[in-house]
């Protein structure tokens, strides 16, 4: 498939991030000239690298060349030097999005949205149309473990994407398939109140094609209401719904290797078997089976597929075993998704106890919602509570760690806004037979191997 003509040559400022790595490997699987810069080296650029973009450490105006555009993030300030230059030399300026938007042109997309369980279930879908020999084009706002990456140029004619919501770009796609997982008001930095963020998803649902399919959880009021407003077919699924074209919930269980849930759908019950932990996960895994049966894959194919799912990059990752202590990585970084994933952690678990090490991430988020992370830690055993990692705001006063810490009730409570100090705190806590889990969506990705490591040397 060809490239754009705006993508000939495209330079891609903070070509690191998540979203911007993934187009830029798509770009070049298609034969683009791909040039960009970031602040620090990432272990993405090897690949990068390898496959023939110019990367630079560093962001500076000579940096650019002379692309045909420069793709940027939301992240990306206008006092960038080389989006500053870009602008001053009439050089075009796309957002990530919309060089995603351009790179799905000709394909069937499927785009999954929702505020929580967007990467995995976009990695669900992908790791199952494979299964299936679909050869989809993806592109992933995380790493899948069969892969290692987040984006990848298919064959198959169909175009798989996670749809982000955090700035109302996901508003540039018009996917023939859409999932909304839910809806629950988050990133309110951006959207200034509830009833603005859900607004977006309003408008999301009406760039679905005509003859497209939104694909909705009934469990989520929010999410199932966005089908009513839908002027396209709807599909509901959920242990609440009952429609003739939904997929019932009929029961799900826990097992040691993760989950079985089983559903009813137009009259025929089926088994679909999740490699990872969580009920939460059991209703991704049938949000992915919907969409792939729209997009003309075979149900048992997707069902065995979606049994075979590895898993992404800080979903509930393990990191290492010290001793009879376990540790894992996840990316949760709201209170539904803290909660969701702490009563997986539990069940994983067994008999041994739950300790968190959790880093609040946004100074907006933490504020907005202390009161709600506080409820939803106190479902484990030992929770260390981190300060804030601020990302791309700048610290509010009055608001840290200790908002969360301060809250919790049922657990016990450790609040170590030092980050070196953490690493001996965390081994100091845990018993043989615990399983630890770093959380966040900062850098308290760092510390698991670190813990691993302190563990050993005591060992």
Same mark, same amino acid.
């Given at each position: 498939m060809s490239v754009p003509p705006q993508l000939e040559r495209a330079h891609l400022i903070g070509i690191g991030g998540a979203g911007m790595s993934g187009i830029a490997r798509i770009l070049l699987a298609r034969g683009a000239k791909v040039s960009g810069s970031d602040a620090k080296d990432s272990r993405a650029f090897l690949s990068l690298r390898a496959q023939g973009a110019r990367i630079e450490i560093g962001q500076r105006a000579e940096n650019l060349g002379e692309p045909s555009a420069v793709v940027v993030s939301t992240a990306i300030k206008e006092t960038n030097p080389e989006l500053a230059a870009a602008r001053e030399r009439g050089i075009p300026v796309l957002h990530r999005a919309q060089a995603l938007a351009l790179l799905m042109e000709g394909h069937r997309v499927a785009c999954?949205?929702?505020?929580?369980?967007?990467?995995?279930?976009?990695?669900?879908?992908?790791?199952?149309?494979?299964?299936?020999?679909?050869?989809?084009?993806f592109a992933i706002g995380g790493d899948l473990n069969e892969s290692g990456a987040?984006?990848?140029?298919?064959?198959?004619?169909i175009f798989v994407a996670e749809a982000d919501e955090s700035d109302g770009s996901f508003l540039t796609y018009s996917p023939s398939v859409a999932v909304v997982t839910n809806v629950e008001p988050d990133h309110l930095d951006h959207h200034g109140t509830p009833e603005a963020y859900t607004a977006v998803f309003t408008e999301f649902v009406k760039r679905i094609q005509p003859d497209g399919l939104l694909i909705v959880c009934g469990d989520d009021a929010a999410a199932s209401a966005l089908g009513e407003q839908a002027g396209v077919r709807v599909q509901r699924y959920g242990r609440t719904v009952t429609g003739e074209d939904d997929a019932r919930v009929l029961d799900y269980?826990?097992?040691?290797?993760?989950?079985?849930?089983?559903?009813?759908?137009?009259?025929?019950?089926?088994?679909?078997?999740?490699?990872?932990?969580?009920?939460?996960?059991?209703?991704? &895994?049938?949000?992915? /089976?919907?969409?792939?049966?729209?997009?003309?894959?075979?149900v048992d194919g997707l069902a065995e597929g979606l049994g075979a799912f590895g898993g992404v990059r800080r979903r509930f990752e393990f990191k290492g075993r010290?001793?009879?202590?376990?540790?894992?990585?996840?990316?949760?970084?709201?209170?539904?998704?803290?909660?969701?994933?702490?009563?997986?952690? *539990?069940?994983?678990?067994?008999?041994? *106890?739950?300790?968190?090490?959790?880093?609040?991430?946004?100074?907006?988020?933490?504020?907005?919602?202390?009161?709600?992370?506080?409820?939803? /830690?106190?479902? &484990?055993?030992?929770?260390?509570?981190?300060?804030?990692?601020?990302?791309?705001?700048?610290?509010?006063?009055?608001?840290?760690?200790?908002?969360i810490?301060?809250?919790?009730?049922?657990?016990?409570?450790?609040?170590?806004?030092?980050?070196d100090r953490v690493v001996p705190l965390a081994a100091d806590l845990v018993k043989p037979g615990d399983l630890l889990v770093t959380m966040g969506a900062g850098d308290v990705t760092q510390l698991g191997p670190e813990i691993l490591a302190e563990l050993d040397r005591r060992a």
């Amino acid at each position: 498939m060809s490239v754009p003509p705006q993508l000939e040559r495209a330079h891609l400022i903070g070509i690191g991030g998540a979203g911007m790595s993934g187009i830029a490997r798509i770009l070049l699987a298609r034969g683009a000239k791909v040039s960009g810069s970031d602040a620090k080296d990432s272990r993405a650029f090897l690949s990068l690298r390898a496959q023939g973009a110019r990367i630079e450490i560093g962001q500076r105006a000579e940096n650019l060349g002379e692309p045909s555009a420069v793709v940027v993030s939301t992240a990306i300030k206008e006092t960038n030097p080389e989006l500053a230059a870009a602008r001053e030399r009439g050089i075009p300026v796309l957002h990530r999005a919309q060089a995603l938007a351009l790179l799905m042109e000709g394909h069937r997309v499927a785009c999954i949205a929702g505020t929580h369980g967007k990467t995995s279930t976009t990695s669900m879908l992908t790791v199952a149309l494979q299964h299936c020999r679909l050869d989809p084009s993806f592109a992933i706002g995380g790493d899948l473990n069969e892969s290692g990456a987040n984006a990848h140029h298919g064959e198959g004619g169909i175009f798989v994407a996670e749809a982000d919501e955090s700035d109302g770009s996901f508003l540039t796609y018009s996917p023939s398939v859409a999932v909304v997982t839910n809806v629950e008001p988050d990133h309110l930095d951006h959207h200034g109140t509830p009833e603005a963020y859900t607004a977006v998803f309003t408008e999301f649902v009406k760039r679905i094609q005509p003859d497209g399919l939104l694909i909705v959880c009934g469990d989520d009021a929010a999410a199932s209401a966005l089908g009513e407003q839908a002027g396209v077919r709807v599909q509901r699924y959920g242990r609440t719904v009952t429609g003739e074209d939904d997929a019932r919930v009929l029961d799900y269980r826990a097992t040691d290797t993760g989950g079985m849930v089983r559903i009813s759908l137009r009259g025929e019950e089926i088994l679909v078997p999740v490699a990872v932990p969580g009920e939460h996960m059991a209703l991704n &895994a049938v949000a992915a /089976l919907l969409a792939g049966i729209e997009l003309g894959a075979p149900v048992d194919g997707l069902a065995e597929g979606l049994g075979a799912f590895g898993g992404v990059r800080r979903r509930f990752e393990f990191k290492g075993r010290a001793g009879d202590v376990r540790v894992y990585d996840d990316y949760a970084h709201h209170p539904t998704e803290v909660a969701a994933q702490l009563r997986a952690v *539990r069940h994983a678990a067994g008999s041994g *106890r739950v300790v968190v090490v959790f880093q609040p991430h946004l100074y907006s988020r933490t504020k907005t919602f202390a009161a709600e992370f506080a409820q939803a /830690l106190s479902l &484990a055993d030992e929770v260390v509570v981190l300060d804030v990692y601020g990302a791309r705001e700048e610290p509010q006063p009055g608001v840290s760690g200790a908002l969360i810490a301060d809250r919790i009730t049922g657990a016990g409570v450790h609040y170590e806004p030092a980050f070196d100090r953490v690493v001996p705190l965390a081994a100091d806590l845990v018993k043989p037979g615990d399983l630890l889990v770093t959380m966040g969506a900062g850098d308290v990705t760092q510390l698991g191997p670190e813990i691993l490591a302190e563990l050993d040397r005591r060992a």
